[in-house]
Nanobody
């Protein structure tokens, strides 16, 4: 089993920055993809950014040039640096880990961007 614990959400003004972190523990395979998804009120969950253990990164068009995903040396943590935040970035952000045989989610952390 895999556990994902997020931290770093909160309230920020438009144009501000926040950093989210997610720590993974449990049975983690060497070949995996970690990333962030978000779900705004009344909307479906959507991809924000993902990072594979081989270093391949994928961003949604709506966050390119503003958000940066990164990991640590052990690759059991994934961070999301968010800059130039907009009110439409307001959502619950979920950490995700995908590996053979499993797709795991954290409980989510709320990011609220005020105008």
């Amino acid at each position: 089993q895999v556990q994902l614990v997020e931290s770093g959400g909160g309230l920020v003004q438009s144009g501000g920055s926040l950093r989210l972190s997610c720590v993974a523990s449990g049975l983690i395979f060497s070949d995996r993809t970690m990333g962030w998804y978000r779900q705004a009120p009344g909307k479906q969950r959507e991809l924000v950014a993902t990072l594979t253990t081989s270093g391949r990164i994928n961003y949604s068009d709506s966050v390119k040039e503003r958000f940066t995903i990164s990991t640590n040396i052990a690759k059991d943590m994934v961070r999301l640096q968010m800059t130039s935040l907009k009110p439409e970035d307001t959502a619950v952000y979920y950490c995700n880990l995908q590996q053979h045989g499993g797709n795991y989610w954290g409980k989510g952390t709320l990011v609220t961007v005020s105008s």
